[in-house]
C-alpha cells in the first residue's frame, strides 16, 4: 500500500495506520491518540481534517459474505473520502464507501455507514444522520 501526506500531519500516540490500498492526508491533518486507519481500497482525508481520539476508519469488511448457494453478496472493499475542514468527534466509525462533504462535523460514538452530502452540517447517532445545518467548527 501507499501513504500520502500533501503537507503537515499530526498523528499522536497510539494510532495505528494498516494499509493495503492508499491513504492520502490533507494538509493540516491532525488526529488524537488511538485512531485507526485501514485502507484495502481508499482513504482520502482533506486539508484541515480534524479527527478525535479513539476514531476508526475503515474502507472495507475484511470478510466476504456469501448466500446459501456460494454468491457472494457484499462488496468488501469501497473507497472512503473526507472532505476538508472536517471535524470527527470521539469514538466515531466511518464505513466503507462514505463520503463527508467539506466542512461537516460528526458527533461523537457516531457510526457513518451512508455519505453525508452538502457543507457545515452537524451529523450523528447509530446510523449517523442530519441534525443541523448552518453550522461550523470554531478553529483552532
Do not use: M
Not at 22 to 50: H, N, Q, T
Not at 68 to 76: E, F, V
Not at 81 to 94: A, D, Q, R, S, T
Not at 98 to 107: C, P, Q, T
Amino acid at each position: 500500500g501507499s501513504i500520502e501526506f500533501k503537507g503537515t500531519a499530526r498523528i499522536t500516540h497510539g494510532c495505528k495506520i494498516r494499509c493495503n490500498g492508499k491513504i492520502v492526508f490533507g494538509s493540516d491533518f491532525l488526529s488524537s491518540p488511538e485512531c485507526y486507519f485501514v485502507s484495502r481500497s481508499s482513504i482520502s482525508i482533506g486539508d484541515r481534517a480534524r479527527i478525535s481520539w479513539n476514531t476508526q476508519i475503515c474502507d472495507g469488511d475484511f470478510h466476504a459474505i456469501e448466500d446459501l448457494q456460494g454468491n457472494q453478496i457484499n462488496t468488501i472493499n469501497k473507497p472512503i473520502i473526507i472532505g476538508h475542514g472536517v471535524w470527527i468527534g470521539n469514538h466515531v466509525k466511518i464505513c466503507k464507501g462514505v463520503v463527508i462533504g467539506n466542512f461537516n462535523i460528526v458527533a461523537q460514538s457516531s457510526v457513518v455507514t451512508k455519505s453525508i452530502s452538502g457543507e457545515n452540517q452537524i451529523i450523528g447517532g447509530f446510523p449517523a444522520k442530519f441534525i443541523k445545518g448552518n453550522a461550523r467548527r470554531i478553529r483552532d
